[in-house]
């Protein structure tokens, strides 16, 4: 990608999207969880998201959530993300098991 086509897609709809969930990916490797969730709200919430984006932002602020033990939402959103068009299906596949591993800890919670 040219330099000049790299600035352009910056000041696009889908290049301003990408920055807010790329933004999230960053908080979220520093262990920014609350920055991270921000973040990808912010993009899941842009009108003009595209929906590969808002499937990746959705996974991945159910991960943020499941970080730090707000399961409640990050089931709901792994549920919203399974219910997303044209999901790839090793994307339903990490979802369901990401909710499996929460509905177990959850269960293993109560049995303490």
Do not use: C
Request: charged share 30%; proline share 4%; hydrophobic share 40%.
């Amino acid at each position: 990608m040219s330099f000049t086509r790299w600035v352009k897609s910056w000041f696009s709809k889908r290049g301003k999207t990408l920055a807010m969930y790329r933004s999230g990916m960053a908080k979220a490797s520093q262990r920014d969880y609350d920055g991270a969730i921000a973040a990808y709200s912010a993009a899941i919430n842009d009108p003009h998201i595209p929906s590969d984006v808002k499937g990746m932002a959705v996974y991945n602020r159910a991960l943020a959530y499941s970080a730090i033990h707000e399961d409640a939402k990050a089931a709901e959103d792994l549920a919203a993300l399974l219910e997303l068009p044209g999901l790839p299906e090793n994307i339903k596949t990490a979802a369901q098991q990401r909710r499996e591993r929460i509905r177990r800890r959850k269960e293993e919670e109560e049995s303490s």
